[in-house]
T-cell receptor
Framework: DAGVIQSPRHEVTEMGQEVTLRCKPI?????LFWYRQTMMRGLELLIY????????DSGMPEDRFSAKMPNASFSTLKIQPSEPRDSAVYFC????????????????FGPGTRLTVT | DQQVKQNSPSLSVQEGRISILNCDYT??????FLWYKKYPAEGPTFLIS?????DKNEDGRFTVFLNKSAKHLSLHIVPSQPGDSAVYFC????????????FGQGTELSVKP
C-alpha cells in the first residue's frame, strides 16, 4: 500500500499567486481530511470529506481557501490568492468510516506539503 | 478556542528514563483519545489510543492514562529510547462534532543518549 500521497512536497510561490495542493488517499478509504500545521495552533483541521462530500469546512480560514474531491481517489486544496501568512505545512489524511457507524478513529497522514509564500 | 492543549512545547529526557507527555482538554463530550508521533519531514503516524470508558491502555513501552474528572491524559514511554525523539500530538474525538479529531499543538520530545 502506497499510503496517502501528496504533491508537491514543497511549494514556493509569490504572494497573490494561486496554489493548488493535491492528495491521493489510501485506496478503499472513504474519509479525507485536510490539515494545516503551525507552531502556534498545532494541527488544525481545515475541511473533511466523507464519500467525496464535504462534511465540515468550518476550519477553512477564509474564502481564499477552497477544496474539492471530484472522486474517491483525488482531492485538491486551492489557495487563491495566496498570502505570506498561508505559509505552513499542509497535510492530507484519510480513514475508513462505516456508514452510520461511529466517527473516524485512526487517520493515516500523507507526508505533507511545505508551502512558502513570499 | 483550543479544546485540546499540550502546554509543554518541548521535553528532554535521558535514554532509559521515563518520558511523560501531558494533554488537557475542555470538552467533556470527547469519547476517544489518540496519540500521534511525527518525525521531521513526515506525516504524523498513529501511536496509541484510549476510549473514554477506560482509564489506561498499554502497548509495549507506551501507556496512555486518562483522568476524565481532571480532563487530562498522559502518555508514558518507558524506557525512553533515542528513536522516540519526535513531536507527539494528542487528539480527541467527539461524535457530536461529526467525529472529527481535534489535535493539540504538539510536544517535541528529545531523548538524549
Amino acid at each position: 500500500d502506497a499510503g496517502v500521497i501528496q504533491s508537491p512536497r514543497h511549494e514556493v510561490t509569490e504572494m497573490g499567486q494561486e496554489v493548488t495542493l493535491r492528495c491521493k488517499p489510501i485506496s478503499g478509504h472513504n474519509s479525507l481530511f485536510w490539515y494545516r500545521q503551525t507552531m502556534m495552533r498545532g494541527l488544525e483541521l481545515l475541511i473533511y470529506f466523507n464519500n467525496n462530500v464535504p462534511i465540515d469546512d468550518s476550519g477553512m480560514p477564509e474564502d481564499r481557501f477552497s477544496a474539492k474531491m471530484p472522486n474517491a481517489s483525488f482531492s485538491t486544496l486551492k489557495i487563491q490568492p495566496s498570502e505570506p501568512r498561508d505559509s505552513a505545512v499542509y497535510f492530507c489524511a484519510s480513514s475508513y468510516r462505516l456508514a452510520g457507524g461511529p466517527g473516524n478513529y485512526e487517520q493515516y497522514f500523507g507526508p505533507g506539503t511545505r508551502l512558502t509564500v513570499t | 478556542d483550543q479544546q485540546v492543549k499540550q502546554n509543554s512545547p518541548s521535553l528532554s529526557v535521558q535514554e532509559g528514563r521515563i518520558s511523560i507527555l501531558n494533554c488537557d482538554y475542555t470538552n467533556s463530550m470527547f469519547d476517544y483519545f489518540l496519540w500521534y508521533k511525527k518525525y521531521p519531514a513526515e506525516g504524523p503516524t498513529f501511536l496509541i489510543s484510549i476510549s473514554s470508558i477506560k482509564d489506561k491502555n498499554e502497548d509495549g513501552r507506551f501507556t496512555v492514562f486518562l483522568n476524565k474528572s481532571a480532563k487530562h491524559l498522559s502518555l508514558h514511554i518507558v524506557p525512553s529510547q533515542p528513536g522516540d525523539s519526535a513531536v507527539y500530538f494528542c487528539a480527541a474525538k467527539d461524535d457530536n462534532q461529526g467525529g472529527k479529531l481535534i489535535f493539540g499543538q504538539g510536544t517535541e520530545l528529545s531523548v538524549k543518549p
